[in-house]
């Protein structure tokens, strides 16, 4: 069942940037201080590179809604031949799973 999360609940906002695109990316927290939602903001207002950051930002708040862990979605993203994450993407799993587990 997916979790409702309250409507004012904590968010942390900060900037990144991969493969020389800058993005902004908002953590919501539910009442535990697990992260349980989304946002990621990138490219030029409208572009391609935008809406397919805010579709994956709402899959990736649905998993996390419905009980998939960060490191369980951070297991199945693609890496480079060093072992990092290949994709803004999976940077920002790598981050949740830093800061939430």
Do not use: C, W
């Amino acid at each position: 069942m997916r979790q409702r999360l309250a409507d004012r609940r904590y968010s942390e906002l900060f900037d990144v940037e991969h493969d020389r695109v800058r993005f902004t990316v908002s953590y919501g927290r539910d009442s535990q201080g697990a992260i349980k939602e989304i946002f990621i903001n990138g490219g030029k207002i409208g572009s391609g590179i935008e809406t397919m950051f805010n579709d994956a930002a709402t899959i990736m708040s649905i998993a996390l809604q419905f009980g998939v862990s960060p490191k369980e979605l951070l297991k199945s993203m693609r890496r480079d031949p060093s072992g990092k994450p290949a994709s803004a993407i999976g940077l920002i799993l790598a981050d949740m799973v830093k800061h939430d587990g």
